[in-house]
Nanobody, 124 residues
């Protein structure tokens, strides 16, 4: 399975970016999907998550500015980031809690997989 994140870049404070993360491979089912971020010299922290039914959850620092959504048909999660601040600068990682199905039909247990990260830089 592979989670491919994209959409990062350089933006001025107050600007917007939209991140995407597509899961591919022998996926049987996907539960929660989400985004984390890691700023230089800091620990990775949760940003937002969304259940398979579409219920979102946000870190207090991004509430009202970021919106998480997903397209279950495309196994893709999005993060719309508005009113960006310099403190939002970080590498953003997506993850997904999913089950795989083998070629002979065996379904795995739930496991969290991570994308490779995409860099978001917000200039002041």
């Amino acid at each position: 399975v592979q989670l491919q994140a994209s959409g990062g870049g350089l933006v001025q404070a107050g600007g917007s970016l939209r991140l995407s993360c597509a899961a591919s491979g022998s996926i049987f089912s996907i539960n929660d999907m989400g985004w984390y971020r890691q700023a230089p010299g800091k620990q990775r922290e949760p940003v937002a998550a969304i259940t398979s039914g579409g219920t979102p959850n946000y870190a207090d620092s991004v509430k009202g500015r970021f919106t998480i959504s997903r397209d279950n048909a495309k196994n893709t999660v999005y993060l719309q980031m508005n009113s960006l601040k310099p403190e939002d600068t970080a590498v953003y990682y997506c993850n997904a809690d999913l089950k795989l199905k083998s070629a002979v039909g065996v379904v795995s247990t739930w496991r969290i997989y991570w994308g490779q990260g995409t860099l978001v830089t917000v200039s002041s």
